[in-house]
């Protein structure tokens, strides 16, 4: 590899990601018997490179493989989770839609509050699974599995969102019912 005279650690580890599959983060890097430093802003010339002088260097890392990482398996049943309870919700979407436009009488009324209690209840799933997804300890090599964390978080996050829209709508009925 011939890289420019100013270039850096992040054109070095740019390049390796390219030739092997390690992720930038889950690269170490050892020349010379030195390890070279992880701050990708570092010249290769301050990091010890000569110009013109051949180098070996030796990688240590793993390329990500999300079929054996337990990390990134149980980010995903928390995603699937997610899904099935975004479909519930879009459930008692249309059936909160369809009780407030109904007229009020006894019977809707407690359909109503029924409702109202299975909303706080999806409100509750939806908390859970974002606190097993705070609950994971992931290091610097796992940059994948942040990724998808922060993904599933979103759109757990998103979900939430649309429930409390939901139950907001359902006290509005109620509250007006009962005046």
């Given at each position: 590899m011939t890289f420019r005279e100013d270039a850096t650690m992040q054109d070095?580890?740019?390049?390796i990601l390219a030739l092997t599959g390690v992720s930038i983060p889950g690269q170490k890097l050892i020349c010379c018997?030195?390890?070279?430093?992880?701050?990708?802003?570092?010249?290769?010339k301050e990091a010890g490179f000569s110009s013109g002088v051949g180098s070996r260097i030796m990688i240590l890392g793993k390329k990500f493989d999300p079929e054996n990482d337990?990390?990134?398996k149980r980010i995903v049943e928390v995603e699937n989770k997610a899904v099935i309870m975004e479909k519930k919700i879009d459930e008692v979407?249309?059936?909160?839609?369809g009780v407030c436009k109904g007229q009020i009488d006894k019977n809707i009324y407690a359909e109503a509050k029924s409702m109202q209690k299975r909303v706080k209840g999806m409100n509750e799933d939806l908390q859970k699974q974002l606190e097993i997804?705070?609950?994971?300890?992931?290091n610097e090599d796992q940059p994948e599995c942040k990724t998808k964390r922060k993904a599933v978080?979103?759109?757990l996050n998103q979900a939430m969102d649309k429930?409390?829209?939901?139950l907001e709508k359902l006290n509005q009925w109620i509250k007006q019912g009962l005046a």
């Open positions: 070095l580890s740019q390049k018997g030195k390890q070279l430093p992880k701050d990708l802003t570092v010249s290769l337990n990390d990134y979407s249309t059936e909160v839609d997804l705070d609950s994971f300890s992931l978080a979103t759109k429930n409390d829209v939901i």
